[in-house]
């Protein structure tokens, strides 16, 4: 089931970068010059996975939103297929659990997300973001109040003009209350992301 929606999420991106005439030579050294802003907006949906194979689990099902303000601290830097920019950002981000019950995730997390500049207009990232927040979630793989969202990711974004940015990636995401109560054996779960970006100065 992930899996498909990882896919739907890839294929959206590429069709409605397909969709998109073409445009003037994209500058990424302009785009992601040092001191540019970016807003993102991003939706996801996730499922949990046995990553221990551990003989119960909960089969936790979720989607998530989330709105990221960002800088751009030093602009492009590297040579050739790893020229890139550092993003960094902060995001209030919202996990609404829908299997096995009804429970929620809200807090505040710090992303770092590399861009990779040299296929024009068509932007892989790689990222690394935590994040810690109340919830009610009763599980058995977590129980309190409590609880660190972290996770590293993959993607690419299509630059539809020069400022804005269509994205679409996968996640390993981890969640867990950091032992501060019991029980605290965590869980993982496939991510598959959807999200808008606009860089500004």
Known sequence: MIARAVVIAIVAVLALAALVPPASAFDPGAVFAKGTYVISGEGVYGQQFNLESVVHHSDIDFWGLGLRASLLPFGPTGPGVVRGALEVGLEPYYQRYTEPES???????????????????????????????????????????????????????????????????????????????????????????????????
């Open 103 to 201: 429970a929620f995730w809200a807090g505040l997390s710090l992303v770092l997300r590399y861009h990779f500049l040299s296929l024009g207009r068509f932007v892989p990232y790689a990222e690394l973001a935590g994040g810690a927040g109340g919830t009610d979630l009763r599980v058995k793989e977590s129980d309190s109040d409590f609880a660190f969202v972290v996770w590293g990711g993959v993607g690419a974004s299509y630059f539809i003009t020069d400022s804005t940015a269509i994205y679409g990636g996968y996640r390993f995401e981890h969640v867990s209350n950091g032992n501060t109560s019991e029980p605290n054996r965590g869980f993982e779960s496939h991510v598959g992301v959807l999200g808008v970006s606009y860089y500004f100065r």
